[in-house]
Nanobody, 116 residues
Framework: QVQLVESGGGLVQPGGSLRLSCVAS????????MSWYRQAPGKERELVAE????????NYADSVKGRFTISRDNAKNTVNLQMNSLKPEDTAVYYC?????????WGQGTQVTVSS
């Protein structure tokens, strides 16, 4: 079965950096685009970044452009999100997601808190 497991979240000061990782299993990882979403308290889940199956094309939310970088390692079934220049408004639970045979699969999420 499809499984996605995120890690790397934590507490960081404004201006700091974190690197999130998502390890995938249960499907042919290299054949699927992957996405990172986030959900802040009281807000809807929103797309942060996405990457095509080969990693050749990426897309970012305007709010994170120039600060976040999505990447993938198809040999390790892993998609990463490097987050730099973090702001308090980046505080949220971050999820990775794959659309597999028309169904959306989500990880359990990892909490990112940006606070001084």
């Amino acid at each position: 079965q499809v499984q996605l497991v995120e890690s790397g979240g934590g507490l960081v000061q404004p201006g700091g950096s974190l690197r999130l990782s998502c390890v995938a299993s249960g499907f042919t990882f290299s054949s699927y685009a992957m996405s990172w979403y986030r959900q802040a308290p009281g807000k809807e889940r929103e797309l942060v970044a996405e990457i095509t199956s080969a990693g050749s094309t990426t897309n970012y939310a305007d709010s994170v452009k120039g600060r976040f970088t999505i990447s993938r390692d198809n040999a390790k079934n892993t998609v990463n999100l490097q987050m730099n220049s973090l702001k308090p408004e980046d505080t949220a639970v971050y999820y990775c997601k794959v659309r597999h045979f028309g169904r959306h699969y989500w990880g359990q999420g990892t909490q990112v808190t940006v606070s001084s």
